[in-house]
C-alpha cells in the first residue's frame, strides 16, 4: 500500500512557473439587490430572508449601496489580489432585468477620455480599470505590461468583440505546462498603455456585442460577455516576473419565457442562455456534492472558460443580483439557491511567479534526483510485481493441496463407515452361529473338552476345518440329522471369509489413502513454509521501498494512504473469501455425494452455515463502508457477485438432494 501511495502521488513538474504551497479558500458570494415598490426580500448585512426562507452570504448589499461603495468593497480588493500575482475573476450572476450590466459597465455609453476619474454611475470594470492603473505606476522597480481581450459568448459560439466580423473560429485550448492556462485562439489581444486607451477599447468592443429588447428589459444583453486582462509584472532589481489574470465577466440573465414575451430569435437566445446557465449551476452542484469524481467543465464553453475560476487557481468572487419585487420571488429564490451552493466552492489560488535562474537550476536538480528514485523504484517494482505473482502462485497451490487432502479426508471416512459396516455383520453371523450351535446341545466325547474351550476361544476362520472334522463326534444323536443346519453353517462360514477380505482390502486401502495424506500434508507444510519465507521478503522489500520514497510521496494525504490501504485490503479479503466460497461448495457437493451418518451430516451442514452466513455478514459491512475511491464500481461488483453466489449456496444448503433426487435430510 505504501507503494501505490508513492506511485499515485502527484510529483511536482519543472516548469516556467514557481509553484508556491497550495491553499484552498472558499469563493466570495456576494448578493446586490435592485430596489423595486413592493419588496418581498429583507436583507441586512450578511443575511437575505424570502418568506420564511434564510441565506448568510459573504455580504449583502441593499437597494441604497452605490456603485462607489460597491467598488471599495470588492472592486479594490480584487485590483489588489491582481497586483500581487493571483488570478482574480469577478462574476456577475442574476436573473434578466436584476442590474447585472448597470453593476459591471455602468449606465449609457462609457466615456473614452481619462481627463477626470469615472462619474459616479460607472460600473466596476471602468473603475476597476483606472485602479490597475494607478497600482502600476506606484512603483518605478517594476514595469508593468497590460493586455486586453473582449469577447462574447452568444449562443455557444465565440465572437471576438475587437475584431468584428472577420469568420475566424476560436477554439478553447488549454496549456499547462507554460502556465498560461485556459486561452482561446485567434483572439486579438491589445496592449493598453492607459486608461483612455482601455476605455476606448473598451467602448468599441461594447458597440458589437448581442442585445435585444423584451418585456423585462429594453436592453437585454444575449450574450455572455468576458473582459480578458492579462497583467505583467517585470521586477528590475531581482529579476523575477509576475503573471496574473483578471477576468470580469457579465453573464447573460435567466429568463421565463412568458415573462419576456421571447418569440423567433429571441427565444432561441433564451433557450441557449438557460441551457449555459443550467449546465453552469450543473458543475457547481458536481464540486460542492462532496461524491463526484468528474467535473463536466466540457458540457459548455462557459463552464470551459470559468474553469479555473471555480474550483481552480483564482480568488473568484460570486456578485449575484436579485430583484425584490413579489414577481420575481420565485426567480429571486432561484438565485439565492443557486448562490448559496456556489459558496461552498474550494479555490486552490497562488501566486504566478515565474523562476529566476537560481530557482530554475534548483528545481532542475530536484527534478533530477527524483528522476532517478523514480528509476529505482520501477525496478524495485518489477521484483516486487514477480514475488508477488510468485507468492500467489504458490498460495493457489496450497489451496488445491488442502482441497485434495479435504477430499481424502471424507474417503477415509467412508472407508472407516464401510469398515465399521462389515464389522458389525461380522458380529451378526458370529453371534447367529452361537446361537445355532449352543454348547449343551453338543455333548464332548471324553478328553475333548479340553480341546473344543480352547478351539472355542479362537476366531472362527482358525476353528473352521477342525470343526467341520470333529462335527460328526461332537453333536449328539439327535442333531445329526440336522444336515441343512449343517449346510447352513458353511455358508456362514464361507460369507465370513469373504468379509475378512474384503476387510484386509479395506484396511490396506485405508493405509494407502493415509499414507498419501501424510505426503499430501508435507507437502503442505512445505508450501506454506514457503509462503511465510515469501511473505516475509515482499514486507522487507515494502520496508526498503518506503524507505526509498521522494519526499513528495512522504506528504502524500493520509486520507488518500488510508483509502488506498482499505481498497488493496478489501481486495486482499474478497479474494480469500472467494477462495472459501470454492472450498465451501466442494463441501456441500460431498455432502450430496457421500453417505454419512445423520449426526455428522447434520454437524457438517451446520459448519457449512455459519461459514456462508459470516461471508453474507462481509459483503454486507463492507458494501455499506466502502470509500469513495477510483476501484469502487469493481469492487462492488465483486462483493454483489459473492454475495449471491453465499446466499445460492446457503439455499442449496437448506434444500439438498442427493444423486438420484431422493431428499435427505
Known amino acids: 500500500s505504501k507503494i501505490c501511495d508513492t506511485l499515485t502521488s502527484p510529483h511536482p513538474r519543472m516548469s516556467h512557473t514557481l509553484k508556491t504551497k497550495e491553499t484552498t479558500e472558499c469563493i466570495q458570494v456576494v448578493v446586490r439587490l435592485r430596489p423595486s415598490e413592493e419588496e418581498a426580500v429583507v436583507a441586512d448585512n450578511t443575511e437575505v430572508r424570502v418568506e420564511s426562507k434564510r441565506f448568510t452570504f459573504d455580504r449583502v448589499f441593499p437597494c441604497t449601496t452605490t456603485q462607489a461603495q460597491l467598488y471599495e468593497e470588492l472592486g479594490r480588493t480584487a485590483v489588489l489580489d491582481v497586483m500581487q500575482g493571483y488570478n482574480t475573476t ?44 494607478q497600482q502600476a505606476a506606484k512603483t518605478q522597480e517594476v514595469v508593468t505590461k497590460i493586455e486586453m481581450s473582449v469577447f462574447e459568448l452568444y449562443q455557444e459560439t465565440i465572437y471576438d468583440l475587437l475584431r468584428p466580423n472577420t469568420g475566424m473560429e476560436h477554439r478553447i485550448r488549454e496549456d499547462a505546462i507554460s502556465g498560461r492556462g485556459i486561452y482561446i485562439e485567434n483572439l486579438k489581444v491589445v496592449e493598453i498603455a492607459d486608461l483612455t486607451t482601455a476605455l476606448s477599447t473598451l467602448a468599441t468592443s461594447l458597440k458589437h456585442r448581442a442585445v435585444g429588447a423584451t418585456h423585462m428589459n429594453a436592453c437585454s444583453s444575449r450574450s455572455h460577455l468576458i473582459v480578458m486582462l492579462m497583467i505583467e509584472q517585470a521586477d528590475m532589481v531581482s529579476n523575477s516576473m509576475l503573471r496574473s489574470r483578471l477576468n470580469l465577466v457579465d453573464l447573460a440573465g435567466s429568463e421565463k419565457v412568458d415573462k419576456t414575451g421571447a418569440v423567433g430569435d429571441r427565444l432561441k437566445e433564451a433557450q441557449t442562455i438557460n441551457l449555459s446557465l443550467t449546465l453552469l449551476g450543473n458543475v457547481i452542484y458536481k464540486l460542492t456534492d462532496g461524491k463526484s469524481f468528474h467535473i463536466p467543465y466540457r458540457d459548455s464553453k462557459l463552464t470551459r472558460l470559468l474553469q479555473d475560476s471555480l474550483g481552480g487557481n483564482a480568488r473568484t468572487t460570486l456578485l449575484c443580483h436579485c430583484a425584490t419585487n413579489v414577481r420575481n420571488r420565485n426567480e429571486t429564490l432561484s438565485t439565492l439557491q443557486f448562490a448559496a451552493r456556489a459558496k461552498q466552492i474550494h479555490n486552490k489560488p497562488r501566486i504566478n511567479k515565474q523562476m529566476t535562474l537560481p530557482e530554475a537550476l534548483l528545481a532542475h536538480s530536484q527534478a533530477m534526483e527524483e528522476i532517478k528514485l523514480l528509476k529505482d523504484f520501477a ?16 498460495q493457489q497451490e496450497n489451496l488445491q493441496c488442502q482441497q485434495q487432502v479435504d477430499f481424502y479426508k471424507y474417503k477415509h471416512r467412508e ?64 442333531a445329526q440329522g440336522g444336515t441343512k443346519s449343517k449346510h447352513a453353517l458353511d455358508a456362514s462360514l464361507e460369507e465370513c471369509a469373504k ?37 516475509k521478503l515482499l514486507d522487507l522489500k515494502e520496508t526498503e521501498l518506503a524507505a526509498l520514497a521522494p519526499p513528495s510521496a512522504q506528504v502524500a494525504s493520509p486520507i488518500a494512504s488510508n483509502t488506498n490501504e482499505f481498497a488493496e485490503n478489501v481486495a486482499l479479503e474478497i479474494l480469500t473469501k472467494s477462495e472459501l466460497l470454492t472450498e465451501l461448495e466442494n463441501d456441500i457437493y460431498m455432502l450430496e455425494s457421500v453417505r454419512m ?69
Request: proline share 8%; charged share 25%; net charge positive.
Open 90 to 133: 469577478l462574476l456577475a450572476y442574476g436573473q434578466t432585468g436584476s442590474g447585472k450590466t448597470y453593476t459591471m459597465l455602468g449606465p449609457g455609453e462609457l466615456e473614452p477620455t481619462a481627463s477626470s476619474p469615472p462619474a459616479p454611475p460607472s460600473g466596476m470594470i471602468p473603475r476597476m480599470l483606472e485602479s490597475l492603473f
Open 415 to 478: 472407508s472407516e463407515a464401510e469398515l465399521e459396516a462389515e464389522r458389525n455383520v461380522t458380529q451378526a453371523l458370529r453371534l447367529k452361529w452361537e446361537q445355532a450351535f449352543p454348547s449343551h446341545i453338543h455333548p464332548l466325547k471324553p478328553g475333548r473338552s479340553n480341546s473344543l474351550s480352547k478351539a472355542a476361544s479362537e476366531p472362527i476362520d482358525r476353528r473352521r476345518y477342525p470343526l467341520h472334522q470333529r462335527l460328526p463326534d461332537t453333536v449328539s444323536p439327535t
Open 597 to 665: 451418518s445423520k449426526e455428522e451430516t447434520l454437524l457438517r451442514s451446520q459448519t457449512i452455515s455459519s461459514q456462508l452466513q459470516s461471508i453474507l455478514d462481509f459483503c454486507s459491512t463492507t458494501l455499506a463502508g466502502l470509500p469513495d475511491h477510483p476501484q469502487r464500481p469493481s469492487v462492488t461488483n465483486q462483493l454483489t457477485d459473492q454475495s449471491s453466489r453465499a446466499a445460492s449456496m446457503l439455499r442449496r444448503l437448506e434444500c439438498p438432494r442427493r444423486s438420484g433426487g431422493r431428499r435427505w435430510a
Open 499 to 535: 468379509l475378512k477380505q474384503q476387510l484386509l482390502t479395506s484396511t490396506a486401502r485405508i493405509r494407502e489413502l493415509e499414507g498419501a495424506m501424510e505426503d499430501m500434508l508435507a507437502t503442505v507444510d512445505g508450501l506454506e513454509r514457503k509462503c511465510d519465507a515469501q511473505r
Open 379 to 394: 525496478s524495485m517494482l518489477q521484483e516486487l510485481s514477480a514475488l508477488r505473482t510468485e507468492f500467489y502462485a504458490t
